[in-house]
C-alpha cells in the first residue's frame, strides 16, 4: 500500500492526499502570486435540486471561496440537479469531461464498482466523524482516489448529512415480524440488507414518495432527517418517525475533479480548491447539525411519533449488512483489500467511540 500510495501522489500532485484538509505546504501563496494567473470558469453539476439548501449549497460554498481565495480569477458556476446533466449521470460527465466538477454521493455509482460506496456510506458503517478520520488519517481518501483513478476523476470529500433518520411508516413495526411484506421505498444496499429482512423493497425518486405513501402504495419511506424530511411532507401521511438510519450512519458528499482538469490548473488554483472542499466538508454537517433540531421540534409539534427500531431488528440488519459486505469480498480481490482496511478502522474507531463519547451521549443526551 505505502508504494501504491508514492506513486499515487507523484501522480496527481498532491502534496498531501491523505491531510486535504491541511492544504499544501511550500507552494507560494497571496494576491501578488494569484493575480498573475489566468482567467479560468469551470462548471460544477450537482446531483442534488436547489431546494435541498443546505446538501446543494456546499456546492455553491466552494464556488463561493475558490472564487475568494483567487481574486474572482477562478470560477466555478454550479449546476442544480437536471439543469445539465441527469442526478446520476454526474460521474460519467465528469470522467468525460463535460464538465470539470461534480458533486454528489459515491454509492450511486456502486453498480461500475461496489467500492465507491465506501466513499459515501455502507449499511452499519462509519459516522460521520469516523468517516473523516478516516479520509484524512485512516488511508480512506488514499484508497478512494486509487479506486476513482480508474475514471480519471480525483475526489474530494464534499459534506456529511450525519447519521440519517431511518424514515417514516404508516404504521408501527416493533418486531422483525413486521418487517415481513412491508413495501419500503429504500435505494441502495440499505435497501439490499431490508429485501433480505422480508420487506418489498422499490425505488422510488424524490418527486414519487409522497404521492405513493399518501395513497398506501408503500407503507414506509426513507430519505434523510428532520430538516429535509419536513420539507417533503411525510408526516402529514405517515406518523410514525423511526431511527437511527442505520444504513447511513454518515453518508459523506463528494467533490469528483476531473484529473486532466486538475493539472491544468495553476497549483494556486488547486490548492484554493483542496481549502474550499474542506471548508464545505465541515459546513455542510455543521449545517444540518444546527437545522435538524429546530425542524424536528417543528415535526414533533405536529404530532409526529419518534420510535427507535427494536433491538431485534437492529442485530438481524447489523448481521445481514455484515454478511452483504463479506460477499462483495468474497467475488473480488481489489474491493476486499478495500474491505479489510475499511473493517479495521471501524472496529477500532467503534472501540474507541465506545468510552468516552458513548457514556457521555449516552447520559447527557437522555431527555
Ligand atoms: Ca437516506
Given at each position: 500500500m505505502a508504494i501504491d500510495r508514492r506513486k499515487f501522489l507523484a501522480k496527481t500532485g498532491l502534496a498531501l492526499a491523505g491531510a486535504g484538509a491541511a492544504g499544501c505546504g511550500s507552494q507560494p501563496s497571496g494576491s501578488a502570486a494569484v493575480h498573475t494567473q489566468p482567467q479560468i470558469t469551470w462548471r460544477l453539476t450537482s446531483s442534488f435540486p436547489r431546494a435541498l439548501d443546505t446538501i446543494f449549497g456546499a456546492a455553491t460554498q466552494l464556488a463561493e471561496r475558490v472564487s475568494a481565495l483567487t481574486a474572482g480569477r477562478f470560477k466555478i458556476i454550479a449546476y442544480e440537479a437536471g439543469e445539465m446533466v441527469p442526478p446520476f449521470q454526474v460521474?460519467?460527465?465528469?470522467?468525460?469531461?463535460?464538465?470539470?466538477?461534480?458533486?454528489?454521493?459515491?454509492?450511486?455509482?456502486?453498480?461500475?464498482?461496489?467500492?465507491?460506496?465506501?466513499?459515501?456510506?455502507?449499511?452499519?458503517?462509519?459516522?460521520?466523524?469516523?468517516?473523516?478520520?478516516?479520509?484524512?488519517?485512516?488511508?480512506?481518501?488514499?484508497?478512494?482516489?486509487?479506486?476513482?483513478?480508474?475514471?480519471?476523476?480525483?475526489?474530494?470529500?464534499?459534506?456529511?448529512?450525519?447519521?440519517?433518520?431511518?424514515?417514516?411508516?404508516?404504521?408501527?413495526?416493533?418486531?422483525?415480524?413486521?418487517?415481513?411484506?412491508?413495501?419500503m421505498r429504500i435505494p441502495g444496499l440499505g435497501g439490499e440488507v431490508m429485501?433480505?429482512?422480508?420487506?418489498?423493497?422499490?425505488?422510488?425518486?424524490?418527486?414519487?414518495?409522497?404521492?405513493?405513501?399518501?395513497?398506501?402504495?408503500?407503507?414506509?419511506?426513507?430519505?434523510?432527517?428532520?430538516?429535509?424530511?419536513?420539507?417533503?411532507?411525510?408526516?402529514?401521511?405517515?406518523?410514525?418517525?423511526?431511527?437511527?438510519?442505520?444504513?447511513?450512519?454518515g453518508p459523506s458528499l463528494s467533490f469528483y475533479v476531473n484529473e486532466s482538469a486538475w493539472f491544468k490548473l495553476p497549483s494556486e488554483y488547486q490548492n484554493a480548491l483542496e481549502v474550499a472542499a474542506a471548508e464545505a466538508n465541515v459546513h455542510m454537517l455543521a449545517n444540518y447539525d444546527a437545522k435538524n433540531p429546530e425542524a424536528l421540534g417543528r415535526l414533533l409539534e405536529q404530532g409526529v411519533q419518534m420510535r427507535a427500531f427494536s433491538d431485534d431488528i437492529m442485530t438481524a440488519a447489523q448481521k445481514i449488512s455484515f454478511e452483504l459486505l463479506d460477499e462483495f469480498a468474497a467475488q473480488d480481490v481489489a474491493y476486499d483489500k478495500v474491505y479489510q482496511s475499511w473493517k479495521k478502522f471501524r472496529e477500532s474507531s467503534y472501540q474507541w467511540f465506545s468510552t468516552a463519547e458513548m457514556a457521555f451521549s449516552r447520559f447527557a443526551f437522555s431527555l
Open positions: 460521474l460519467d460527465a465528469v470522467q468525460q469531461g463535460t464538465v470539470q466538477m461534480g458533486h454528489t454521493a459515491s454509492y450511486y455509482f456502486k453498480g461500475k464498482n461496489p467500492i465507491l460506496a465506501f466513499d459515501c456510506t455502507v449499511p452499519f458503517g462509519l459516522t460521520a466523524r469516523q468517516q473523516n478520520a478516516w479520509y484524512y488519517y485512516g488511508g480512506g481518501l488514499d484508497m478512494m482516489r486509487h479506486a476513482f483513478s480508474d475514471f480519471g476523476i480525483i475526489p474530494f470529500p464534499g459534506g456529511n448529512t450525519g447519521m440519517q433518520m431511518g424514515g417514516w411508516f404508516r404504521r408501527e413495526i416493533s418486531s422483525m415480524q413486521d418487517l415481513a411484506g412491508l413495501r429485501h433480505r429482512l422480508g420487506v418489498t423493497v422499490q425505488v422510488l425518486g424524490g418527486g414519487d414518495i409522497f404521492p405513493a405513501l399518501e395513497t398506501g402504495a408503500i407503507d414506509a419511506t426513507e430519505w434523510v432527517g428532520p430538516y429535509d424530511d419536513e420539507k417533503l411532507g411525510f408526516h402529514k401521511v405517515a406518523p410514525y418517525y423511526y431511527y437511527p438510519g442505520w444504513w447511513e450512519p
